[in-house]
């Protein structure tokens, strides 16, 4: 497991040291590492707090090369990570270049990433990782979740799924899948193979420790480190495809240490919280959202489930109350992404292993919306554009220039 991600100070005033670790959620997936441990965050100013209480934070971010196609994507998640505390008014970006030493310590990062025996996770750095989280139990959370995936590959994504509800699997029966997984031997390590559904334009692949235990009512008498130790398995240890855009993981409910845990292992996942209309849901929900903030993730936005009845006739009826959904959003300062209605082929098709967006209906065009936003504002794929492709040609020249006694500038001036 990885060690760079700095553990959570709930203590700690909004400065410098916490940008730099909500920063290391932003990866730069050609190089397949953070941008802070690529020393490419330079330069954090914090400013003084407005009567609101946020403040402006200025940065420098000197990437591999001026021009490198990766600038946008690199700008969109800087400042979708730090604009999501309320502790951030503002978030201004002064671009520059890593020198020669600077570009050198970068190669030599991903070079290793690239020959060490065991990946700091099996995930490429190009998959989107979307949490769904709620604050307690009942509220649809796996729902959503086996839903969300499913929209997503219909509309032509491949999407991974980790059902890290240890304790309260229920992703296999909602989805139609059974079997126990199977490894292979890969070197010396066992490699888990997800099971695949093919779902035209997309894909699945999902794991569970549904598919580990002998039967379904089967209880897991399991502890925090165990739970943790399974999640982490989940994704060191499965054979997750290269092509993967999105990972979907389906929480437990809560705020232990699977939630924490996951935080240390990709801190690069962008929480979506569910909750339902009903106040006390409300209440509830927003711990998660402080939890998240306090492990430095990105609570991406919030999902309204069970919102209302829509009857036969087209009327609306709010057998859960409302205003839930709304109030979380508004507290935590974050979009309302979703609001999907109660129906009861949602709980059916759960049932039956046939998510209800294969079905059409309210709920089935709520998620879809939501899907399709995911795809396009939300966690929009990486798509990478090679902007350090020659880099490593590059560097090696320069090393040798430099060790024979000529000056290295002419990395800076390269054409890349």
Known sequence: MSDTASQPNPDSAFDAEVVRNVLQGVIDPELGANIVELGMVQNVVVGEPADDGASEVRLTVALTTRGCPLRGQIQRDIKARLESFPEVAKVKIDWGELDTAGKAAAMSLARKRVVDAAPETAVAATTRVLAIASGKGGVGKSSVTANLATGLALLGKNVGVIDADIWGFSIPRMLGLDGRLEATKQGDKNVIKPHTIEMAPGRLDVVSMGFLVDNEDDALLWRGLMLNRAVQHFLEDVEWPDD?????????????????????????????????????????????????????????????????????????????????????????????????????????????????????????????????????????????????????????????????????????????
């Open 244 to 416: 993967l855009d999105y990972l979907v993981i389906d929480m437990p409910p809560g705020t232990g240490d699977v939630a924490m845990g996951l935080a240390r292992m990709i801190p690069r996942s962008e929480l979506l919280i569910v909750t339902t209309p009903a106040t006390a849901a409300q209440k509830v929900a927003s711990r998660a959202v402080t939890m998240a903030r306090k492990c430095y993730l990105r609570v991406a936005g919030v999902i309204e489930n069970m919102s209302v009845y829509v009857a036969p006739d087209g009327t609306h009826h709010e057998v859960f109350g409302s205003g839930g959904g709304q109030a979380l959003a508004s507290e935590a300062g974050v979009p309302l992404l979703a609001q999907i209605p109660i129906e009861p082929s949602v709980a059916s098709g759960g049932d039956a292993g046939r998510p209800v967006v294969l079905d059409g209906g309210p709920a089935a065009e709520a998620i879809m919306a939501l899907a399709q936003l995911v795809i396009d504002e939300v966690a929009p794929p990486l798509e990478v554009e090679s902007c350090t492709a020659h880099m490593f040609d590059l560097i090696d020249e320069a090393l040798a220039d430099h060790d024979a006694g000529v000056d290295g500038a002419g990395l800076d001036g390269a054409s890349v």
